[in-house]
């Protein structure tokens, strides 16, 4: 997420980027690997696949958020 990107100068955009790269971070940060299962039973490479998949779900979410603020 381009944080610092914001032609229009909205505060909402702002917003909007700021607390998606938040959500992203956060996921990110979730733990890399596992000796075998979580709790949940994922295996740690399926964790990393889900990783991913919710960091791009946010990033497209912060773009149609974004282009609704400036609609």
Known sequence: VRTKLNPSSSDNVDLIKQRTA?????VNDLPK???DTDPDGVRAPEAGRLR????????EAAMWAVKAATA
């Not at 991913?52 to 990033?59: G, N």
């Open 22 to 26: 938040e959500l992203i971070d956060l």
């Open 52 to 59: 991913a998949l919710a960091m791009t779900a946010y990033e």
């Open 33 to 35: 690997t596992n000796a």
